[in-house]
């Protein structure tokens, strides 16, 4: 619980609309105790912004709190005094809005923050800053959320891909009905103290197999913007998941105006996204015919092309290789964005040229794109 859950309403509308409002709150919203805390927290950040109150007043203006608080202490007094909802709101305007990149390239604020999406983001634009010591940290913190999406996506990709049990092959889905409990014991035999009592560091789960004539390919390329971060880290989830299915044979690349393919470190999505390099101009024709080299058998493979369409590279190029994966049968899907909200802007021009010569365009979210999957590979 906050230290704010027993504040009376007046002193609620008081945090809410800032210093302004005291003069019409009267005594009842004088802020005291926690109270003035938030206020100083709340004023710390937005009265960063010293236009805030006079755009709109339905957004907070700055208060009298003191201006001399660091980002540790700012991050402690949030965490004591606000939700969860809230805390995560006031972590994400201090990235995004106000560009606050101390609170991910600080090793003494990354011991202390909770793990979150939004902090996820904020270490893919900044790594390149950090030293190793930081750098570690931030690791850290990718995992932990990579291990949260993972999670999230598992009970939806193995809903579309049940089958019977595979004991040849390993999954990165965590399912206690298909943990291995031999191989994890081999694979931790090491982890041991000096009482010789075991400790699982990397428990290890069967992978699932379905009976199919022929394997399917999934080719994920994906644009490495920064416009495109949210569903460049839903990509290396989605392909991490996807590589435990036995039914399909995965690909992941990522672009800008040079091809990396990251297939090799697929299992590790917290590598992978260590990885990429956010910026940059964008080839998406490029990508596109190295992608193409990869195709087995056309009819049984999926093409996911994830970008935003604005494309810095040979547009009409771009069209004419999508049309050459319809024509010989490959299911190209070109997705705009990755993500819960699935909300994207695109070059909808470009995008509709695509659709016209045979790929289906849209948005998706992670869990959307593994039930089109498996779709196609049921059917």
Not at 239 to 252: Q, S
Request: net charge negative; glycine share 8%; with cysteine.
């Amino acid at each position: 619980m906050s230290d704010l859950s027993g504040l009376p309403p007046l002193v609620r509308w008081r945090l809410m609309l800032g210093e302004s409002a005291s003069d019409a709150l009267g005594a009842e919203g004088v802020l005291e105790g926690p109270g003035a805390a938030a206020d100083a927290a709340l004023s710390w950040l937005y009265g960063q912004d010293e236009a805030l109150g006079e755009r709109d007043i339905a957004q907070r203006e700055g208060g009298s709190g003191g201006s001399t608080m660091t980002v540790p202490e700012w991050i402690d007094d949030v965490h004591r005094l606000f939700p969860q909802e809230t805390i995560e709101r006031l972590e994400r305007d201090a990235i995004e809005r106000f560009q606050i990149t101390e609170v991910v390239t600080n090793p003494e604020v990354l011991r202390r923050v909770e793990p979150n999406p939004t902090l996820l983001k904020a270490v893919m634009r900044t790594k390149h800053l950090m030293n190793p010591e930081v750098l570690a940290l931030a690791r850290e913190l990718v995992r932990k959320v990579v291990k949260q999406l993972m999670e999230q996506l598992a009970t939806e990709m193995e809903t579309a891909f049940r089958g019977t049990l595979d004991r040849n092959k390993h999954s990165p889905l965590r399912f206690s009905k298909n943990f291995d409990a031999r191989g994890t014991i081999r694979a931790n035999f090491g982890n041991r103290d000096a009482a010789g009592r075991l400790f699982i560091k990397r428990p290890r789960f069967f992978a699932r197999t379905r009976n199919h004539n022929a394997r399917w390919q999934v080719i994920l390329l994906v644009d490495q913007s920064g416009s495109m971060l949210a569903s460049t880290i839903h990509a290396a989830v989605t392909a991490a998941c996807l590589w435990g299915m036995p039914a399909v044979k995965t690909h992941l690349a990522v672009f800008d105006t040079e091809v990396v393919d990251l297939t090799r470190d697929i299992t590790d999505p917290v590598e992978t996204l260590m990885k990429v390099q956010l910026g940059g101009g964008t080839d998406i024709c490029k990508a596109v015919r190295y992608g193409a080299q990869l195709v087995e058998v056309p009819r049984r493979t999926i093409f996911v092309v994830l970008t935003d369409f604005y494309e810095g590279g040979d547009s009409a190029g771009l069209v004419k290789t999508i049309a050459d994966l319809c024509a010989q049968g490959t299911h190209v899907l070109g997705l705009a964005a990755l993500d819960d909200a699935a909300m994207p802007d695109y070059d909808k021009n470009l995008a509709q040229r695509c659709v016209d010569v045979g790929a289906h365009v849209g948005a998706m979210t992670p869990g959307e794109l593994a039930a089109f999957i498996a779709e196609k590979v049921k059917g």
